[in-house]
Every structure is written in C-alpha cells, then in structure tokens.
C-alpha cells in the first residue's frame, strides 16, 4: 500500500520536473484509478514541451509518451518485432524507456498481464532472440522465480513486463510463447526443455 | 409480462413446460418450420465467475465480433478463487481482477451472480437458451484423507481454512481452535505453504491486508508457534514453488527446522533437474543444511516461532483425547520412496510416528463435484471428460479451467486453459459444427425464468456497491476492504 502512494505522488512530481505529456491510456495507476495527475492540468503541459521524454515509475509500469505531431527523435527510436503465437511478425517503433509489456498492449498484441507488471505471474512470458537475449541486463531473483511457473519455458525466456527498451535493444525479436494444445489432464507441466 | 403471457397463443397451454411456454411468448416463430434466422448472434453461458470463467469470456469476446457472453455466478460476488483463494498477503495476483472487470463491462457481456446453476436453473435449461454453454465453476470440495479421526475438532480442509480467513460465505462458522502449540499441515503444495505462512505471519503484516476480521482476531489470540509441513514423498518431490518456499524462509520472526537425513541423496540428484525443480531443490538444501553466519544466527535465535518440512510421512490416524472429542495428535505412517523424480512413489515401511498437535490441516487437493446428472463427469478423475474443451459425448458443451485439467495451476495456467476452450467453441462456430441457425434467447428467458421462481440475480455493477461498500469499511482499520461476510447482507448491499 506504501508502495502505491509513492509510486502514485513521484508520478506526479516526475512529470511536473521533467514536462513530459503522459499517456494515461496505458497505464496501470490509470485503470486502477489511483492515478495522482489530474487530466484537466494537461493542458498545461502542452506549454513547456522538451525532447521526448518517456516516464516510468520506479517499479518499471507506466511509460508515457510525447503527442505524435513532433517529428521523432531518432535516436531514441528502437524498433521490435513482435511474432504473435500465430506465427505472424508484428513490426513496432518503439522509444527507449517502453515497457515491452506495455507495448505490446498498445499495438493490440496480446500479451496478457495479468498481475500488472508486479513479478507474480508469468502470463507476459516471451522468448527474446538470441542476438539480444545477452543485452538484456540479468533477470532479478523475483523475475526468475516467476519464469520457473511459466509453460513451455526455454533459455531465452523472459517476463516481458521487465523488459525496458534501450539502444542497444534496437531490432529485438519478442515472440510469444505457442499455447499448448496438449494440456495435460492431471495437470502436469511439462518439463522444460 | 404475464399479462403477454397468457393472452399469447400456445401460452397458456399447461402441458408445455414453463421454458417453452416463455420461449414461444418471446418468439413465437421461432419453431415454425421453414423459418430460419440465419445471420443470429450467437449467445454463449459460462457458468463460473473465475478466472477460467472471465478469460474464457475475454477470448470470446475478443475473437468473435458478434458473440454475447453471459457470465452465471452463485454466490453474489465474481471472481472465485482470486477471492476466495489467493492468500490476504498477495495483493498484487489479484490485479487480475482489473482485467476481468473489464471484461465485465464489455458491451456483449452480462454478469448474473446469485444464480445457483444446477438449482435454480438447470444445464439443460440454459442449453435450450444458449447457443454454447461452459462449465467453468472450479472445484468446491477437496480430497479427503481417508483416515481415522478426520472428523474430529481441530482436524480442517485447507479448501476450508483458506475459506475462512478469505470470507467465503460458506466457512464463516468455521471457528478453528488455535489454542494449541503445534498445526500440521498434510501436504506441501502453495495452498500448504498459505496456511503456514498465515498461521506464522506477525500480526502487523497481516492486519494491512484483506484477511476477515473475525479471522485475524483469532489469529491475534492464537498459541500456535510451530507449524509441520508433512509430504508422504522426500524432497525433490515438494509440490510448492520457489516464490512461496523464500516467503516461509524470510518469514519475520521464525526459523525453520528440518531433519538433515530426509536430505540424504539430494545434493547428487540436482544436476539432472530441470531448472525451476533444480532452483527450488537448492533452495531447500540451503535452508536444511547450511551452517548460518552470525547474522543469521542471530535472527534465528530470536525467532519466536518455526516451521518446517517433514518428508516420508503419510497420515495414518488422528489422534484424540481420552474424552474423544479432541484433537492432541497425529499418527504418521513411515514411507520410504520407489523410483526417482516426479514419478517417484512413497510405499509404506510399517513403521509410524505419533506428533503431538491440536491443529491438523490436510492440504492434499480440491476436487469437482458433478453439477448435474445430464452432465458427464468423470468421478475418478473428478473432472468433467473432454478433448481441448468439449465436452465428450456431448453437444454445445464445453468446459474450462479445474474442472477440465484437475485441481492444479496458476492464473496463467488457467488462463491458457481457458483460452483453448475459447478457440475450440470459436472454431466450433465458424465450422458449423455448433448450430447456430436458430434464434436462442438467452439471458431474456432465463431471466424470466429465475423471476418466476423468486430468484434475484445481481449484476455487475450492484457488485460494484458490495465493493465500494467493503472498500470503504476496509479503509477506516487501514485494509485494503473490510469483506462482506454473509450472502444475505451482500445480497442487502447490492439492492440499495
């Protein structure tokens, strides 16, 4: 509970200090309603416009990002691929400091999240490609806690709520995990392998 | 409407049943021969307002445009075990119900709780409303031990204890005795692990959370300090995962004990486990073995409490007292294994070992009940048979979450579960194999139905009182919610 309001008043302070417009569609303090910003003072941010800036809260949930009408920054470009369980390669511009998570949810992809980004589930599991897989800084034990529940678990997997994208994660491939069709009827899971 | 009842033809003709007399004052054509709508929105029922009933309804409802979805609930409130059964000290797993929220209020959904499928409305009935019909309502009851004594005080299900310091309506009277030093608890799954880590928890953890008043003050007044945690197979066996292993092991306030021998062997069988066995086997050998720096040291001997694994013990008896009314012990059966790895058996040796305790919790599994006879069910098994969510030997009939796999699982688990019998009815749709050339009514006749027969149904947002009610109780003793305890004043909040 502690943990929510700071989380709550430093998203606020942290957009009053760094000017940034926030999108609070995709965010998490936004569904819960426990949002600090108020929505009438937007306008207000309009006026003192910087780089684009993109916000997270400290536990990595929100991100935000600028109104489409500047032109990109390039270097703070970083493009993913997403490979739905069909199999189809889904292209994104993202910027760094994007949670993958929460990406994927703006792009209509469905990564579910089901407890929100707070390291207890496993239902944003993917696998990131190998080129990248090295880049990505070391799981915390509390990540890797959770990918020992997830099915279908390999070497390259990762929670994709704890992926926030950086240069060098420029052209990372996410792919989501096939959902078996061969659920075992005791509810077995199998090995990973 | 009764008025358009009975002025209606074919109506009021006493040998049509109740069902058909509705069906044909709402669409009086819909049997004539040669009639037929054939662009109809399909109606789907899921019966089960938990996790494996909401994300059957998300895929539902994400991958088919036209489908409506209609969620049955019988108790007042959604959301079953993420309620019900997620312990009070892990908020943050029940985020999930923000999703099913917003499933809820999707445009194609309804949520009718308060409707006891199987009672006040039959499979059958709902089948004749529905295009689809999923059963999804979990498992109510659990294994029972077989043994001497399990009706004794102080011997609970864990499916019951859990219950009760959740506020499920049907374990309010529970009233366990906690006037004693030493709990066991049979089996060494996460719902173990719940009970022990609740039973041990400082009370100032405990009382920040959702956990039932009533509950946490027993909890305050309880003598217990020693908490055994009995698997009748060793410990590379231990059906918990290593999130709830390092909450007992950083428990504020405790220590663990173990028996250094049941870890002979272990250390030698790692290298051959896959990862997430091997990273919870290590955990366990470090916590049973290894020799703690000062600071630990010191920890432990300040802790006032412990809990511990017990391994190769399979209940036996529970013991009472010369009255015997009372618990004051369990009797252990010694087993030894055969074979290795998860397939390993534990066989018995004949040797047993009485523990004294006032408290014994058997946390060996839920289980499915059959929700009706026209239902196929696998009593065995207690799981309804069916191949990737349709139900066998059986049409328009599908199921999802523990009553189609078993009683084991995460929220992921479930949710993938679900997800399969989603696209299974989908694919059922588009191929035809599931006819959805005539007209069904839906919630219209059902809700008629239940009216007939003094059934009131809750919606979704009457919910949203009951929540707004037990949000604003909880806030005033620092909680997350106060929960409502009775189905009575839930039902009293949801009509205001």
Redesign the interface.
Known sequence: ?AAAAAVRSSMGLTLRLSRAIPDCSSC?LN??KSCGVNPQSRGSFESFRTMNRHLQTSIGLCHSEEGSSNAEDPEDVVNVVYIDRSGQRIPVKAKVGDNVLYLAHKHGI?L?G???A??????C?VYVNAEHFDKLPDPAE?E???L????M?QENSRLGCQIILTPELDGIELTLPK???N???????P??H | FLVRLKTMKNTTDPSLGLYTRLNKAFFPFADSPGVRFSSCTPKVCIVGSGPAGFYTAQHLL?THQNVHVDIYERLPVPFGLVRFGVAPD?P??K??I??FT?TAKHSRCRFYGNVNVGKDVSVGELKQAYHAVVLSYGAEGNRSMGVPGEGLAGVYSAKDFVGWYNGHPSCRELNPDLNCETAVILGQGNVALDVARVLLSPIDILK?TDITQPALEALVRSQIRRVLIVGRRGPVQVAC???EL?EMVNLPGTKSEMVEADFDGVTEALKDL????K??TELLLKTALDTPGDKEQQRRHQASRTWGFRFFRSPSEVLADADGNKTVGIRLAVTRLEGSG?GARAVLTGEVEDVTCGLVISSIGYKSHPIDPSVPFDTR?A?IPNT?GRVKQATGLYCSGWLK?????????T???S??TARSLVEDMESEALDLSSVKTGSEVISALLEERGVKSVSFSDWEKIDSVEMSRGEASGK?REKILTVEEMIQVART
């Open positions: 509970m998490p569904r819960l469905d579910e089901a407890c929100e707070s390291l207890a589930c496993s239902t599991h509390r890797d806690d959770m020992d529940m997830a099915p678990l959902i078996t069709r659920f075992y009827v005791d509810g077995h899971v090995k990973p | 994400k892990h943050e797993v985020n999930v923000n999703t917003q920040k995962t290593i999130k390092r896959p990862r997430p066995r990273r919870l998860e098994r799981v990737m796999t078993g009683p084991t699982g995460v929220i992921a688990t949710m993938n579960n997800f399969d997350p």
